[in-house]
């Protein structure tokens, strides 16, 4: 654990918002040297605060229209049916997150599909095939504001 100051928050909340900005112009931005930006990052990177950079691609332009979180519980627990079904479930290419939850459900599901038509084939050909699944609620998300968290 390493601590932050208000320079580090700030560079992580840039970061946050667009990871393709090059040391220079946080340096810039921030009042500092590119190299000292970048000695910055890389003390981030080392001690596990940034985990990695991703690319967030428009699941719409991509031609998928509908995202949908299910819960899932399953009819039968155990550690092989748990195992069994996290490794289906993550091999479904339409299934984007796979979470092992505590409370009504046992796993939330998040699933994108080009149109509804599409989701209630994913759910009757891939989802309700899966082992072990028992009961299933469908969530479809309307909108979403992403937001880089409390830093």
Do not use: C
Not at 34 to 40: C, G, I, K, V
Not at 79 to 94: N, Q, Y
Not at 99 to 126: M, N
Request: aromatic residues 6%.
């Amino acid at each position: 654990m390493i601590d932050l100051d208000d320079t580090d928050r700030a560079l992580l909340r840039a970061l946050a918002q667009d990871a393709t900005q090059s040391a220079g112009a946080l340096g810039r931005r921030f009042g500092l040297s590119q190299p000292a930006t970048w000695r910055r990052i890389k003390r981030l990177e080392d001690a596990g605060i940034i985990a990695g950079r991703r690319v967030v691609m428009d699941r719409e332009a991509l031609g998928f229209g509908v995202t949908v979180f299910l819960g899932v519980k399953l009819a039968t627990k155990g550690r092989v049916s748990l195992e069994d079904f996290e490794r289906a479930a993550t091999a479904i290419p339409e299934v984007q997150i796979v979470q092992h939850v505590l409370g009504l459900f046992d796993y939330r599901l998040r699933v994108v599909a080009r149109d509804i038509a599409d989701f209630e084939r994913v759910l009757r050909r891939r989802i309700m095939t899966l082992p072990g699944v028992g009961q299933v609620e469908a969530n479809v998300l309307l909108t979403e504001e992403r937001r880089p968290g409390p830093i």
